[in-house]
């Protein structure tokens, strides 16, 4: 049992208009998500358009890769920028700015006539939401008292999930339409600029006044010490671990999925409609050279992955044709009736969105209901959670489908349930005046470390091996983050107390 005293820091009541705070955080935040997960949805489209790609690019894949990959480095490399001048400047104001910033990007985006101007647009698409990702749980940590900020943190994340669902289905909808992958871009504008003028009208408590903050502290002490904070150094480990299995499984368990229990067949009808595929300019996707190949191995039997891919590697396609458009051919002579990637896709997606939405307000809940009754109990909710994900995740693996799709509901559930603890942890350890900096460090690690090198790591793996093993190797970090998580269950409650007792003397009435 704790002290009820530590469920006091912070303001002892909930500031005014924090509600309106929240809702419109809450709404940037699945703005937000919608306009990252935009991009995924129109990758298909990006690779049929002349004006950004020839169709025997050598490097398309790679290329496709990169506008993601820019986003994320670009978001991740300024966040400590912009958690700085949040000790200098309005929060609201630099929340204002970054959300029209990457707005205008993202519209910029659709109007791209080039890659390189494509890639500069979601370099500022990250740029503008560095402006913003390590700011907005700063500013509701100031907002809400700390027995709250559980419950909170976890509604504000809840745009994780329920955010890149939508944007999977706004990119995939609306690219369908006469707007084109173009349009798909464009349709978050509008209602990201209303969210990002609203922020102007906005005003911070007085707790978050330059006045109460002091002079900012160099990066060099604020690095010391939070490295001193045994929570702090706990939790960003944990989701370090969690983020490179989350960022690599979100990007390859779909085409894993499709390639396990796929069926193929190699007719005449389907290589037919595979020629008749064009990019904008009217070029054969595939060369006529391709398609004269493909033919030879006409066949009514129906093949797995590895026997499509080893039929492939017989025929007389050469090693750079096999790299270039395997994938193409892959979809074109999918079975009848066999799953298709997109139908792959869109399970995986309902199932990410549905058990992301519940998990994430429940450990919310969870933090914040069990904080009097359980030492840590922040860490053990997160750390537990993980814990509880490992079987179904390694299930998954070897369960037939559609049972497996039990084991990847349960597995994205318990790994979401932390979302809302860990953010707790991170801004119930850290001073007010680094609260900001606190968070873009976290940003910092949790990507350099996990989601931006794991999906090509796990593609090394899959080449060497399989993807079934990558994912099997991933599986030991999930272990990893719950065992970190629960090392650090047993500093919070100390950590927590101390800052408490500085946060009081900047909220000596409460408000």
Request: hydrophobic content about 50%.
């Given at each position: 049992m704790i002290a009820t005293i530590s469920t006091q820091a912070g303001p002892s009541q909930v500031a005014p208009r924090a509600g309106l705070a929240l809702a419109l955080l809450l709404g940037i935040n699945l703005f937000n998500y919608i306009d990252r997960q935009v991009l995924s949805a129109v990758l298909p489209r990006l690779e049929l358009?002349?004006?950004?790609?020839?169709?025997?690019?050598?490097n398309l894949k790679s290329k496709l890769g990169w506008l993601t990959t820019a986003f994320l480095v670009s978001y991740m490399l300024l966040s400590p920028v912009f958690g700085k001048l949040a000790e200098r400047r309005s929060c609201w104001v630099l929340v204002g700015i970054g959300v029209i910033l990457w707005s205008l990007a993202s519209g910029g985006?659709?109007?791209?006539?080039?890659?390189?101007?494509?890639?500069?647009?979601?370099?500022?698409?990250?740029?503008?939401?560095?402006?913003?990702?390590?700011?907005?749980?700063?500013m509701l940590s100031d907002l809400y008292p700390e027995r709250k900020r559980g419950r909170i943190m976890a509604w504000f994340y809840l745009a994780i999930p329920v955010g890149s669902a939508l944007g999977f289905v706004?990119?995939?909808?609306?690219?369908?339409?006469?707007?084109?992958?173009?349009?798909?871009?464009?349709?978050?504008?509008?209602p990201g600029l209303v969210l990002g003028a609203l922020c102007f009208f906005m005003r911070a408590p007085r707790q978050t006044n330059q006045e109460l903050r002091g002079k900012p502290a160099s990066w060099r002490v604020v690095l010391r010490e939070l490295k001193g904070v045994r929570s702090f150094v706990f939790c960003c480990a944990g989701m370090t671990c969690t983020t490179f299995v989350l960022g690599g499984v979100a990007a390859w368990a779909p085409y894993y999925i499709f390639e396990r229990e796929a069926r193929f067949e190699i007719t005449s009808p389907a290589l037919d409609k595979m020629a008749e595929l064009r990019s904008t300019d009217s070029t054969p996707v595939l060369p006529s050279e391709v398609m004269q190949k493909l033919r030879l191995l006409v066949s009514a039997e129906s093949l797995s992955t590895e026997e499509l891919k080893a039929a492939l590697t017989r025929s007389e396609l050469t090693q750079d044709e096999r790299k270039q458009y395997q994938q193409r051919i892959f979809e074109g002579v999918t079975a009848k009736g066999s799953i298709s990637l997109g139908r792959v896709?869109?399970?995986?997606g309902g199932i990410v969105v549905i058990s992301g939405l519940v998990s994430t307000l429940l450990g919310g809940w969870l933090g914040?209901?069990?904080?009097?009754?359980?030492?840590?109990?922040?860490?053990?909710?997160c750390g537990y959670g993980a814990f509880i994900a490992f079987p179904p995740f390694v299930a998954m693996l070897f369960v037939p489908f559609p049972y497996a799709w039990g084991c990847v509901f349960l597995a994205v559930f318990f790994l979401f349930i932390n979302t809302g603890p860990a953010n707790t942890i991170l801004a119930n350890v850290s001073r007010h005046n680094i609260r900001a900096r606190a968070f873009a460090v976290n940003i910092f690690i949790i990507h350099a470390l996990g989601d931006a090198i794991s999906p090509p790591l796990i593609g090394w793996v899959g080449d060497r091996a399989s993807l079934g093993l990558a994912f099997l190797l991933c599986s030991v970090l999930i272990m990893a983050a719950g065992t970190l998580w629960l090392c650090g269950a047993r500093y919070l409650d100390e950590e927590t107390e101390r800052i408490t007792e500085s946060e009081r003397t900047l909220h000596p009435t409460g408000a």
């Open positions: 358009d002349a004006d950004l790609f020839r169709p025997d690019d050598p985006s659709g109007l791209a006539v080039g890659y390189l101007a494509l890639l500069l647009t979601r370099c500022l698409v990250g740029v503008g939401e560095a402006a913003y990702g390590p700011v907005a749980p700063a706004i990119g995939g909808q609306v690219a369908d339409t006469s707007l084109g992958w173009r349009g798909a871009f464009q349709v978050v504008v509008i896709g869109l399970i995986f914040d209901a069990l904080k009097t009754r359980l030492r840590g109990s922040y860490f053990k909710v």
